[in-house]
């Protein structure tokens, strides 16, 4: 499981991807920062927060687990792995730890912000740290369910873009509840919705049930990977 | 070593194997031989666990590939017939990754230094492997193969891609790898297989249809013997006469090779000497025999006969059932 994960972290800075990823997104920061606070659009800064995680989710998380599985296939080097002494979880854990880790690290850039605010005031710490929680988290879930796209295809663009239209989906389908009028489709709208469970968060609670829920997506998902790629034995 | 009993793979109404069993004992080359889309993939790619069977068992060193997968893997070296190679890292970066995914416990840098020797790939170790030659990455995928030294080598078409010299050194290889290793190889060139193996099996639409050394294969299979002659005189009547000799199950005629003479190759039951009838119709009707000898089957006829035939007799279906058809 190791031996993929470095593997895997590797690969993003051996091919261009790591770097491109983490400039883009350093860049996006501090225009944004730059933008909203300087120019004082607005100045709730959990709000600013939450907003720019949200998008880093939905535009760049597909970017990164896009050639995880799409790109082994595409290669036939998943037969490498499939033939190693490793079960099928280590696998597709090993990468999902990669994938994961590259995200954190492109988090980190964010608390520099953070840091410099507190030389000024005092931010709210409860908020950021919520807010860094629930974005690692929502954020893992949607690195599982990218990586279980990836394995379903071999085209890189075809996994990027499905992953997006799946995170989207799951971001904004908890405004649909309020327009349908049957309650029990409104209440599942409003469960699965990734961006009510993660507005808990940027609030400073620690939503234990959302918290589950993120967990058990990356279970699913992992459960759903390593089942697609034995699906591959018997096909 | 490697026990496969009643292997059958179908991919839907496809069948790709047919109740295949053999078993491989310790340190022999066994080369898998036949036409393309036999099977011969499939059957590995079952053994090393990337495949599953429809039904059947493998054992590998004692361990059932379903029930112990990891340990069955563990035990063999596995080279694709597409090494599984990532483009974007060094032949170092990625054997060291192979040594870390395959949990092999040998000394690293020891072990790693004697496989890219023994392979030749030690002075191409620190360059990409997407800016190395074909005949560089069959190797590399070989040296994977070879990490953590597993008793049994399964190898896909190994010399693909290599010229006339790596071929030999390949070859050589395998020669000496068999010396403390099982190793199978699949080949659909026969000299190669020939070069190497001690025993040979040939599979045929998804089934074993020969197997034993490849001197058992070339004489026990003759259960017949052809004669190519060279005789002067009209080609249709000295065909026919040659047709009546009794033993003679085939003439064929291989054209004109010298002005009025023909060459014919006679296919004849083993029992039967054809040489004597052949020389008295000769004799009677002054039709000068210029030569005459014996060809023994090679390799290669047997490897015709035994894929081609149901080709044929597949073919002669076909054509009987269209018959059939044109009746009703």
């Known amino acids: 499981m190791m031996a993929i994960a470095k593997k895997e972290l590797k690969g993003y800075f051996l091919s261009p991807i790591g770097y491109v990823f983490l400039g883009v997104l350093f860049l996006m920061f501090g225009l944004y920062y730059y933008v909203v606070l300087l120019s004082q659009v607005s100045s709730l800064i959990p709000q600013v927060y939450s907003m720019l995680f949200i998008w880093i989710e939905l535009i760049l998380l597909p970017l990164i687990t896009m050639r995880s599985f799409s790109e082994e296939i595409r290669n036939k080097t998943d037969q490498g792995l499939l033939t190693a002494p490793v079960g099928v979880f280590s696998i597709v854990f090993g990468k999902f730890l990669a994938a994961f880790f590259m995200f954190a690290i492109a988090m980190t850039a964010t608390l520099i912000p953070a840091v410099v605010i507190t030389f000024f005031s005092s931010p709210d710490w409860a908020t950021i740290f919520g807010t860094y929680l629930g974005t690692l988290l929502c954020g893992a879930a949607f690195l599982s369910i990218g990586i279980f796209i990836s394995s379903l295809t071999q085209s890189q663009i075809v996994a990027a873009i499905s992953t997006f239209g799946v995170t989207l989906l799951l971001l904004l389908v908890g405004q649909l509840s309020s327009s349908v009028s049957n309650t029990a489709l409104a209440n599942f709208f409003t469960w699965i919705s990734f961006d009510t469970r993660y507005q808990k968060f940027t609030k400073g609670i620690l939503d234990i049930p959302s918290i589950v829920f993120f967990l058990s997506v990356v279970a699913v998902f992992t459960f759903l990977t390593a089942r697609k790629l034995e699906s591959k034995r018997w096909s | ?328």
């Open chain 2, 1 to 328: 070593m490697i026990e496969v009993k009643n292997l059958s793979k179908r991919y839907g109404e496809n069948v790709a194997l047919n109740h295949v069993s053999f078993s491989v004992g310790e340190n022999t080359v066994v080369g898998f031989l036949g036409p393309n889309g036999a099977g011969k993939s499939t059957t590995m790619n079952i053994i090393t666990g990337y495949l599953s069977a429809s039904s059947g068992t493998v054992t590998v060193c004692g361990y059932n590939t379903l029930d112990y997968p990891n340990e069955a893997k563990k035990k063999i070296g596995y080279m694709p017939e597409i090494p599984p190679l990532y483009p974007d890292m060094t032949v170092r970066e990625y054997l060291n990754f192979m040594y870390d995914l395959k949990k092999v416990t040998l000394p690293r840098e020891k072990h790693l230094r004697e496989i890219c020797a023994l392979v030749q790939i030690s002075d191409v170790a620190g360059r990409l492997i997407a800016n190395l030659s074909k005949g560089y990455r069959q190797r590399v995928g070989l040296a994977e193969a070879l990490i953590g030294n597993p008793p049994v080598l399964i190898l896909d078409e190994p010399t693909v891609g290599l010229d006339p010299k790596q071929i030999i050194e390949v070859r050589n290889l395998i020669k000496s790898l068999g010396k403390n290793h099982t190793v199978i190889l699949s080949s659909h060139i026969l000299p190669e297989v020939q070069a190497v193996a001690d025993r040979i099996m040939i599979v045929n639409r998804g089934e074993l249809v020969a197997d034993g050394t490849p001197y058992e294969l070339e004489h026990g299979q003759s259960g017949e013997q052809k004669l190519v002659v060279r005789m002067e005189g009209p080609a249709d009547e000295v065909e026919h006469m040659l047709t009546t000799i009794r033993g003679v199950t085939g003439v064929r005629n291989f054209g004109q090779k010298e002005p009025g003479v023909f060459e014919y190759e006679v296919d004849g039951h083993g029992s039967a000497d054809l040489r004597r009838p052949l020389f008295g119709i000769a004799a009677k009707r002054n039709w000068p025999i210029l030569s005459m000898a014996s060809s023994e089957l090679s390799l290669e006829d047997v490897f015709l006969r035994l894929t081609g035939s149901t080709y044929l007799s597949d073919n002669a279906q076909i054509e009987k059932s269209r018959k059939g058809g044109g009746r009703k």
